[in-house]
């Protein structure tokens, strides 16, 4: 059996979990969202205030998918309670954001400033002129927002010149050295 899947999740007070038809419901005090499963071979219930995910059968796609949903619906829990943050580092000469309303404006050395807009869902904020703040309940589009402004300049290795997560690590390259 999964040892994520088996695990059941404890559901905090002020949240409230639905499922019907192959949808799963998690509504709490920061929003609300929903997720599809597998109905079919994936059953889901709420004993002694846990949510407990099974599987009906042993095929190998209902063991990854058993895991799967149940870390997805952990992450929809975390997210409507407590929300999710990823914090974005500007390195550069003269590099500096701002906030323009909701959106952000990034100068990073590109000929133009850089507009990037506010998906719905998603808070971003600039606590300082290297910092951006990329706020919401929902894992994966926080994690894909930030990954969209890291695209927009990536750091390279020389300098470490570019925009990074503020927990990675760029790892530097020598360059070249006269004879």
């Not at 990073?108 to 998603?122: L, N, Q, R, T, W």
């Amino acid at each position: 059996m999964s040892r994520i899947g088996r695990a059941p999740i404890k559901l905090p007070a002020g949240v409230e979990v639905k499922f019907a038809d192959g949808i799963v419901t998690v509504k709490g005090p920061l929003g609300e969202l929903k997720q599809d499963y597998d109905a079919k071979n994936i059953g889901i219930k709420i004993e002694n205030g846990e949510l407990i995910v099974e599987r009906f059968n042993e095929e190998n796609t209902t063991k990854a998918k058993h895991g799967l949903y149940r870390a997805l619906i952990n992450s929809m829990v975390i997210g409507v309670t407590q929300g999710y943050t990823k914090t974005l580092i500007v390195n550069g000469v003269g590099w500096k954001v701002a906030m323009n309303g909701k959106d952000v404006t990034l100068n990073v050395g590109k000929s133009h400033p850089v507009e990037f807009k506010a998906v719905e869902g998603i808070t971003l904020a600039c606590p300082s002129v290297t910092e951006i703040t990329v706020k919401g309940i929902s894992k994966e589009l926080v994690g894909a927002e930030a990954a969209k402004i890291r695209a927009i300049r990536k750091p390279e290795p020389y300098h470490g010149y570019g925009i990074r997560y503020n927990d990675e690590v760029i790892e530097r390259k020598e360059g070249k050295t006269a004879k």
